[in-house]
């Protein structure tokens, strides 16, 4: 059963769990979605945006089209905010909050990768960003600050200021510190990056003049023990 996070008469928002594929795939398995319209019938749900399989978190769902529009109006225009809670490879050095600033483009096989070399990446205080302009690419800008650090790990508030496919996943793959988990970016044979799911997790959305703040609890799985 689906946990249900926030709800009016024209929006519903869930709690999405990780390991299940929001849409129907190559695989045929089930998707969320058929059992987001199961719950939901008679009513007819609207996709709003999307989460990748392994992501857990606030999921919003339409009820009715104007809705379903606003919502997509106040995304391509920048003014939905999320923060994202993500367990990362090693020891972040980062103070207070930080900025990856690095352009994404399509990589080969489904993947997106930095419109740039990996020797191009530079660091200064708290932002990354590449030490060469490039026309390719789209802009795509992360915040971050440290919540908690383990023995191999950290653990990040990510608030994604633009909205790229698998833009979180890629800029901290680049930077070094892949997500725990990301068999997609990160390094499967690395002990630290093992883990039973993707630790990236939705946690809340704000949608200002539009929605409250939606918030989903931080999975049990997703917490670190060795935290200090």
């Not at 383990?150 to 633009?162: I, K, M, S, W």
């Amino acid at each position: 059963m689906l946990a249900v996070l926030y709800r009016d008469a024209t929006l519903i928002a869930f709690d999405k769990p990780s390991g299940v594929s929001l849409l129907a795939d190559r695989s045929r398995a089930p998707c969320l979605w058929d059992e987001i319209k199961a719950t939901l019938a008679p009513q007819a749900p609207l996709l709003v945006h999307r989460l990748d399989k392994g992501t857990s978190g606030v999921l919003l769902v339409a009820l009715e089209r104007h809705r379903q529009a606003a919502l997509n109006r106040a995304l391509a225009a920048r003014r939905v905010r999320k923060w994202y809670i993500a367990d990362v490879v090693g020891n972040v050095a980062l103070d207070r909050t930080g900025t990856i600033d690095l352009p994404l483009a399509p990589g080969r096989k489904s993947r997106y990768r930095v419109a740039g070399a990996r020797g191009d990446i530079v660091r200064a205080g708290g932002r990354w960003s590449l030490a060469r302009a490039t026309a390719s690419g789209f802009a795509s800008v992360t915040r971050l600050r440290v919540l908690a650090r383990g023995r191999d790990r950290t653990t990040l508030v990510l608030e994604p200021l633009t909205g790229r496919t698998h833009q979180l996943r890629v800029h901290l793959a680049w930077i070094g510190h892949p997500i725990v988990g990301d068999t997609l970016y990160g390094r499967p044979d690395d002990a630290a990056q093992q883990a039973a799911r993707l630790a990236l997790h939705c946690h809340r959305i704000v949608v200002p003049g539009l929605l409250p703040a939606i918030t989903a609890p931080v999975p049990r799985d997703l917490r670190e023990p060795t935290h200090a």
